[in-house]
């Protein structure tokens, strides 16, 4: 599967496009739409660069999904784990109490895990609560 074009729009509403470098909640240089990967202090990018970096970033989370996924999902199903995957990360992902219920068939179980993500260093973050909530939305749609 791919993310679809709800799914991304879902992920450009909670990371906003940032053309120069900043150091995002958990203290990391992030740049474009979420964009992580070596970036450092002094970059600054287009629109352009920080779309191609999404699709790159995009390409990677389905990948792992659809890898790491091994029931039946939908569409919102897929866009709602690639908006995780994409904040989490691939690792935090694949040992993750919700992959683990998803892969039981434990849908209902699977979806009420996304609330559980909602922390950086163990701090309640009010954005993350409202993205959680918006991708079980999805998730249960």
């Not at 074009?5 to 958990?26: D, H, N, R, T, V």
């Not at 203290?27 to 474009?32: E, S």
């Amino acid at each position: 599967m791919n993310i679809s074009e709800k799914g991304k729009i879902l992920i450009k509403s909670f990371e906003s496009l940032q053309l120069k470098a900043y150091k995002c909640s958990a203290n990391v240089w992030t740049i474009g739409y979420g964009h992580t990967n070596n970036v450092k202090s002094s970059d600054i990018i287009t629109k352009k660069q920080a779309d191609c970096f999404l699709m790159q970033d995009l390409y990677e989370v389905e990948r792992t999904i659809n890898r790491l996924v091994k029931v039946k999902i939908n569409q919102n199903q897929f866009d709602a784990l690639c908006s995780l995957v994409f904040n989490i990360g691939v690792l935090a992902f694949n040992k993750s109490t919700l992959l683990a219920k998803l892969n039981t068939g434990d849908y209902v179980g699977a979806a009420e895990q996304f609330r559980r993500w909602n922390k950086v260093n163990n701090v309640v973050m009010a954005g993350l609560v409202r993205r959680r909530q918006a991708e079980e939305d999805l998730f249960n749609a």
